[in-house]
């Protein structure tokens, strides 16, 4: 899984567009993300290219999960036989109604059975809402708690009910969650009240620098005065002579006691 900006565009190109409207679909879209999820749509643009294979009574129309498993799992088996690969992370983005997942995938379509280029679309697919976040004030920018209801539909616990990977996928919120936040703390200290440490409060002066022109002869300096500091005087007497103690410690004796 990969949370980390959302599609810069959720409008689709005019050449597009005017590909949709060429196709006579049975209805035309208007909110891509809601027509184009249960994957009907997709089977009757594909009909228009591959009428021997696809077959528009095969696919229901409706928004309920079996639905959309449904016919996307009758697209899958026609991908697959006619060796087509579109994004399978566009498709998953698609049945769970992620920001402009539907859009991304139309123009993969287009460019598929076209041939056309279109330049404004994603080489990296990724639908959260951080950039949506990005452009609110502090104060109205979602919880941890918000951040994981935004990112992960009901549809997708549904469809993966292991408890692991779901973990998985809210740890992953979590953890984005608490980077944006400590990029927040080191770019407004003052709004969350952080005081400087004591090292950053700390004033540095730069090293001085002595006549030799290097600041490590002055360090050297210093670390011989201070090992020779309290012994001044004698070293100074060349005539002092150190003479050796010896102590005589006393014998150990064994102590035994009577009872």
């Known amino acids: 899984m990969s ?3 959302p599609p810069r565009r959720t409008g689709l190109p005019r050449a597009v567009l ?5 196709l006579d679909l049975s209805f035309s879209p208007r909110n891509f993300r809601r027509d184009f999820s249960n994957g009907y749509l997709i089977a009757e643009i594909f009909s228009w290219y591959y009428p021997e294979d696809i077959h528009s009574h095969s696919y229901e129309n409706g928004a309920s999960l079996a639905t959309k498993l449904s016919n996307w799992s ?3 088996q026609f991908f ?6 579109p994004v399978q992370e566009l498709i998953d983005g698609t049945i769970h109604c992620k920001p402009g997942a539907a ?3 139309v123009q993969d379509i287009y460019s598929m059975l076209t041939n056309g280029r279109i330049k404004n679309i994603q080489d990296e697919v990724d639908f959260t809402d951080h950039y949506y976040q990005e452009q609110l004030p502090m104060v109205a920018r979602s919880t941890a708690s918000k951040a994981i209801k935004n990112n992960i539909k009901l549809t997708e616990i549904m469809i993966e009910p292991n408890i692991n990977k779901n973990r998985q996928k809210v740890n992953a919120i979590i953890n984005m969650h608490i980077q944006r936040r400590l990029v927040e703390r080191e770019e407004n200290p003052k709004r969350f009240n952080i005081k400087p440490s004591l090292a950053e409060r700390a004033v540095r002066h730069p090293a001085a620098v002595g006549p030799s022109g290097s ?4 360090q050297r300096e210093k ?3 201070i090992s020779n500091l309290g012994l001044p005087e004698i070293r100074s007497k060349t005539g002092v002579h150190f003479k050796e103690i010896q102590v005589k410690q006393a014998e150990r004796c064994s102590f035994t006691v009577d009872v």
Do not use: D, T, V
């Not at 697959?80 to 690969?85: G, V």
């Not at 600041?215 to 002055?218: K, M, T």
């Open 3 to 5: 949370y980390s900006h």
């Open 223 to 225: 670390l011989s005065f």
């Open 74 to 76: 009758q697209l899958g």
């Open 103 to 105: 859009e991304i995938l």
């Open 80 to 85: 697959s036989k006619r060796k087509l690969k």
């Open 215 to 218: 600041a490590i002869n002055i």
């Open 18 to 22: 005017r590909w949709l409207q060429s």
